[in-house]
């Protein structure tokens, strides 16, 4: 499969109307071949208005058609792999097996939307069989299950751009529920963003669906993202990124006359509490876990590690297991010139607060946007006395609060934002010291996680990768594992329906044999 260049609006080519641009490869600097042409309103106005018609019959498809459908996305991207994983590469400077395995994640999870599409409890059909004898009312007979929102725009992310891009966990569900896909193109790895559209578009065309189910545009600026958000056919947005463009993106969802719900991820600083226990009995296994933690895929993980909280009384052992493993440690280019200058400002700011010392730096990267990783360090009085430290460095950065005892733990922990994840590092018999602080943790993130490190998402049922604002707009979500499907429905109730004018889903003899909560209890 060769690079076109173009953005792809249903079944065809866009225009290109709107100039044209050329990736870099952020380790050499260097442009890729083939130029891209930029689209604008008409292409906009197009693929919404192709997913506004397609969703009239694609929201009527039975789960095992659209689980057809991500089953032959996955099919086609692992056909392409090579190809794939080549660009990606040039596009990114990622390591090849980081690319080959994040294929394998993106596949995964639309095969597992497949499955929990084709298998139906998911839609969580309720039966309430009518009572025409009750007193002193008579009662009607109600079923309801969930529905589709309809066309839902994706944004493609910069740090992941297969599994949370064009062909990611957004897209996957959104598909799986049956709302049409409009993609907005990540413009740092535009070649990876076409072939992965390519292969979607091509297996929109061979399961019959309507060609608007999906579009995958290239968008100059950000006017004109916020124009494919105002658009009225479009019913909900998935977006990960910066929180100053998920707000940028909440604002304008939330000023149409008709409001639509926008599912970003944004920012998160991941604070990672360690005992005085765990200090005492692993504190060398426990930076080294750290260090590789911080620095994986060059810090630009939205699960890194970016806040250290531990006693000040292991304040001498903890830095130098730090400083031990951290000088070991180098990072691959960042993904785009702009993260690396982000990155080295947000550096420059934390070392210009009072009180914030540098305990550790790694290597730079040898490359046109050379980064080092840093780690910081501040006392908890300084630390509550200033807002600023709290704020996402996204890259491999962190700061160490040095606590006096546990009273201020409890103290950073009920002053930082909401996260997606917040960790103990503890030993045995000690918990029950800590009761209050997990309790608070819990308030403030979506995942807990114990003796491990935040980075890695497990993709599967119980997993949720989201929390309170800011780390996503919406803490009631997650945008990994199978309820991420739940974002892009609503309930929909109907009431004394006939059965032959009800979903099969809801028909009294249950043909499609699914799980159903009927009458107030579970039946099969």
Same mark, same amino acid.
């Given at each position: ?38 689209? &604008? ?78 298998? @139906? ?7 309430? !069989? ?10 009607? &007979? ?19 751009? #297969? ?27 535009? @070649? ?45 947005? @998935? ?49 080294? &876990? ?6 994986? &895929? ?48 947000? /550096? ?40 600023? +430290? ?8 962190? #700061? ?19 996260? /997606? ?9 000690? +918990?029950?010291?800590?009761?209050? /602080? ?22 599967? !049922?119980?997993?949720? !990768? ?39 889903? #809801? ?18």
């Amino acid at each position: 499969m060769s690079l076109v260049g173009k953005s792809l609006v249903g079944s065809e080519f866009g225009s290109g109307s709107e100039g044209e641009f050329k990736a870099i490869n952020p380790a050499s600097g260097e442009t890729l071949e083939p130029a891209f042409g930029l689209d &604008g309103k008409d292409a906009i106005n197009k693929a919404t208005s192709l997913a506004a018609e397609a969703f009239q019959s694609f929201k009527l498809t039975s789960g095992a058609k659209r689980a057809q459908l991500l089953r032959t996305i996955a099919s086609g991207l692992e056909a392409n792999v090579d190809a794939i994983a080549q660009r990606m590469q040039e596009e990114t400077a990622l390591p090849e097996g980081r690319c080959r395995g994040e294929m394998g994640r993106t596949c995964g999870q639309l095969r597992m939307f497949a499955d929990l599409v084709e298998e @139906g409890s998911w839609l969580d059909a309720r039966v309430e !069989h009518a009572d025409p004898d009750r007193a002193p009312l008579p009662k009607p &007979g109600t079923r309801s299950m969930l529905r589709p929102l309809g066309p839902v725009v994706v944004f493609g992310a910069s740090n992941f751009p #297969l599994a949370f891009s064009v062909a990611g966990g957004d897209t996957a569900s959104a598909l799986a529920v049956g709302c049409p896909v409009i993609a907005k193109a990540h413009l740092a790895h535009p @070649g990876t963003s076409e072939l992965v559209g390519r292969v979607i578009q091509e297996s929109v065309a061979t399961c019959g669906m309507p060609e608007g189910v999906f579009s995958l545009l290239f968008l100059p600026g950000e006017q004109l993202a916020q124009e494919l958000v105002q658009s009225p056919e479009v019913k909900a947005v @998935g977006f990960t990124g910066s929180r100053r463009g998920g707000r940028a993106i909440m604002d304008v969802a939330a000023a149409r006359p008709e409001p639509i719900p926008v599912f970003a991820e944004m920012s998160s600083i991941n604070p990672v509490f360690i005992t005085r226990g765990a200090v005492a009995a692993r504190c060398d296994a426990i930076a080294q &876990g750290f260090a590789g933690s911080l620095t994986l &895929g060059s810090g630009q993980f939205c699960t890194n590690p970016g806040l250290v909280v531990i006693d000040n009384a292991d304040r001498d052992a903890f830095v130098a297991a730090i400083d031990k493993y951290l000088t070991k440690m180098s990072c691959t280019p960042m993904l785009t010139p702009a993260i690396a200058d982000h990155y080295r400002q947000g /550096l420059e700011a934390f070392a210009s607060q009072d009180g914030v010392t540098v305990l550790g730096s790694g290597a730079g990267a040898d490359s046109p946007n050379p980064i080092t990783p840093t780690v910081f360090g501040v006392s908890a009085e300084k630390f509550l006395a200033n807002g600023a +430290l709290s704020a996402e460095i996204f890259g491999p950065a962190s #700061l160490v609060v040095f606590c006096d005892g546990a009273s201020d733990f409890l103290k950073v922990a009920g002053a930082i934002e909401g996260q /997606l994840t917040a960790t103990v590092q503890y030993e045995s018999g000690e +918990l029950e010291s800590f009761t209050d /602080l997990v309790s608070q943790l819990e308030s403030k993130a979506g995942r807990l996680v114990f003796n491990a490190f935040p980075t890695g998402v497990e993709v599967g !049922h119980a997993m949720v !990768h989201g929390g309170p604002y800011p780390s996503t707009s919406d803490g009631r979500s997650t945008s990994v594992g199978t309820q991420a499907a739940f974002r892009f429905c609503r309930p929909v109730c109907w009431q004394d329906c006939p059965d032959e004018l009800l979903p099969k889903e #809801l028909q009294e003899s249950n043909p499609l044999g699914i799980t159903r909560l009927v009458d107030g209890k579970r039946v099969i």
